[in-house]
């Protein structure tokens, strides 16, 4: 089945720096990659996502990238806010199914 | 757009009592909804798939006698966990997607306190 691994596991920024988070999948079939926010004890919230036949997709301040032949994409968070602050997680979709892979979570901590 | 509620929120129970969480896609007609478990700092990790109207489907090693799944109308899905024990205590999270393409939208998730 797919397997999605998610770098850094940590990430501590500056307010108004970049954060980048980097995620790979296995499963090459794998046609969707949604990444979600999930702040202290809410559920998950999608906050952006990307389909395979683009290459990159941005909104405000957001933005993923993704490279189909490497099998890995990326969040880019720019001027970060300390209400960026929570756990983000990638995931990936194979057309089967409907079901996501879910990376291991990035831990975001913005300080002012 | 695109609101799922989860009820209860927060639930402490006895060792042995069943408990039943609530999934309700609010503005969407859900044919598809998922729960997912998730421990401290940990993933989501993916229970079960049901459809509107027909058995749902477990993932290897989850017990379906154990999280019975019902998945009645377009727009509310049911987990109960029966007999619950200490080992049982968790998060857990709903998601619901209108269609296969469409992406999954999450609750707030339910946190599960077994004494």
């Known amino acids: 089945g797919e397997n999605v691994e998610q770098h850094p596991s940590t990430l501590s920024v500056q307010e108004g720096d970049s954060a980048v988070i980097k995620c790979t999948y296995s499963?090459?079939?794998?046609?969707?990659f949604p990444w979600y926010k999930q702040e202290l004890g809410k559920g998950p919230q999608l906050i952006i996502d990307?389909?395979?036949?683009?290459g990159e997709k941005k909104d405000q301040r957001i933005a993923v990238t993704l490279n189909k032949t490497a099998k890995h994409f990326s969040l880019h968070i720019t001027e970060t806010q300390p209400e960026d602050s929570a756990v983000y997680f990638c995931?990936?979709?194979?057309?089967?199914?409907?079901?996501?892979?879910f990376g291991g979570g990035t831990r975001v901590l913005v300080k002012p | 757009g695109a609101v799922v509620s989860q009820h209860p929120s927060w639930v402490i129970c006895k060792s042995g009592t069943s408990v039943k969480i609530e999934c309700r896609s609010l503005?969407?007609?859900?044919?598809?909804m998922f729960w997912y478990r998730q421990f401290p700092k940990q993933s989501l990790m993916l229970m079960a798939t049901?459809?509107?109207?027909?058995?749902?489907?477990?993932e290897q090693g989850v017990e379906k006698d154990k999280f019975l799944i019902n998945h009645a109308s377009l727009t509310l899905s049911t987990l109960t966990v029966t007999s619950a024990h200490p080992e049982d205590s968790s998060f857990y999270i709903c998601?619901?997607?209108?269609?296969?393409?469409?992406?999954?939208?999450f609750g707030d998730g339910t946190r599960l306190s077994i004494l």
């Open positions: 990307i389909r395979s036949n683009v």
């Open positions: 049901s459809n509107e109207g027909s058995k749902a489907t477990y």
């Open positions: 503005d969407f007609q859900a044919t598809t």
């Open positions: 995931a990936a979709q194979t057309p089967s199914g409907n079901k996501l892979t």
């Open positions: 499963d090459s079939a794998s046609n969707y």
């Open positions: 998601s619901a997607s209108e269609r296969s393409s469409q992406p999954q939208h």
